[in-house]
């Protein structure tokens, strides 16, 4: 979803950009008077690099993923030994199901399905505990992308810079914009 409507804010500065660009080579295209003074039109300049690579290229990425595997292998071992419990319990109701009083059996059953759906619940609610722990670990690694990227922008004048995962931009004109992956690398590891 965060992706989603970073995507349509990239492709809206795309979009604003292009625009800016129309407008530029609209009024440089009109007829203009020599003998008045002369405008120079203002050049809207951006970087443009891979927000996922960088992001992955850092070293805090990195020992954050260590630490949220190391969350993800605790609980799939919780969620290993869970239905291991259950899986026992399963059995031991199949094998002696002909021998159980219809109160006992139905009291089984029922146990049975509050523990299945203690299962499903628990994985429910991991997946949704790893994803919340993965934002927060990521959080202010993002953030210090962020600032690293905003320091660039207005270190080479730039307007904006774009992300180019999932190939919002298939074509981006090297003479109007500058690729910073490797810039925004060697800041990275300065600081």
Do not use: H, W
Not at 58 to 84: C, G, S, T
Not at 147 to 160: H, K, M, V, Y
Request: hydrophobic share 40%; net charge neutral; with cysteine.
């Amino acid at each position: 979803m965060k992706n989603r409507n970073f995507n349509k804010k990239c492709a809206m500065l795309v979009a604003l950009f292009a625009i800016l660009s129309f407008t530029v080579q609209a009024q440089t295209a009109l007829p203009t008077n020599t003998d008045t003074q002369t405008e120079t039109q203002p050049v809207v300049r951006f970087g443009y690099l891979s927000y996922d690579q960088a992001l992955k290229g850092m070293k805090a990425y990195v020992a954050a993923q260590e630490q949220l595997q190391q969350q993800r292998a605790a609980y799939e071992a919780e969620a290993k030994r869970v239905e291991d419990e259950f899986n026992q319990k399963y059995e031991a109701f199949l094998e002696g199901q002909s021998e159980f009083p219809r109160t006992i059996l139905l009291k089984r059953q029922n146990e049975l399905k509050e523990l299945m759906q203690r299962n499903i619940d628990f994985k429910t609610q991991a997946r949704q505990d790893l994803q919340t722990a993965e934002e927060e670990v990521l959080k202010p690694i993002r953030a210090k992308l962020n600032e690293t990227l905003a320091s660039i922008a207005r270190e080479f004048g730039f307007a904006l810079i774009i992300n180019i995962d999932t190939n919002a931009c298939p074509f981006i004109d090297p003479t109007m914009g500058k690729n910073i992956q490797e810039l925004v690398t060697e800041y990275l590891n300065k600081k």
